[in-house]
């Protein structure tokens, strides 16, 4: 398989390429699909970088398999400086990466959905330095809205 089928495949096996997920895969064409490794503590891990001259996040999508405590490192392999604005449970976290730099982020995203970070620096979010963390797992039943089924 091409790289390109191995996105498809695993954009299909994670469920983000159905209706009204598609944006996932549309919106972070570059970069490739992570996912967060678990210690046995139960915090997941994971590496994002910055590769020279390609103003994009690797993996531009990272996918834990639930909700918790993650830490992050973040690598500025590139000649310019950028920063990561991130997510953490309605707080950001905001850390300045200096070319040749590496950061450390501890965040905790408790609830499914799709939780976007990038580099508000310049124009690097314009020029596509844009990516997501995937959170998977279901909703809780006390957070579910009660409504009927919508159209699609």
């Known amino acids: 398989m091409t790289s390109t089928q191995d996105r498809a495949a695993l954009l299909d096996e994670l469920g983000l390429d159905e209706q009204n997920k598609a944006s996932i895969g549309r919106v ?10 678990e210690r046995a503590d139960g915090v997941m891990e994971a590496t994002v970088r910055i590769r020279p001259d390609t ?20 690598i500025n392999d590139d000649l310019n400086t950028h920063c990561a604005l ?18 450390r982020a501890k965040l905790n995203l408790d609830g499914p959905g799709y939780y976007w970070f990038s580099s508000p620096t310049g124009n690097d979010e314009g020029r596509g330095l844009t990516g997501a963390i995937v959170v998977m797992g279901d909703v809780p039943p006390e957070a579910r809205l009660d409504r009927p089924d919508q159209p699609r």
């Open 55 to 74: 103003i994009s996040w690797e993996p531009s999508i990272l996918v834990l398999p639930h909700g918790g405590d993650l830490e992050l490192e973040l």
């Open 28 to 37: 972070l064409g570059t970069g490739s699909i992570g996912r967060a490794t």
């Open 86 to 103: 991130l997510p953490s449970n309605g707080d950001r976290k905001f850390i300045w990466l200096v070319n040749h730099s590496k950061g």
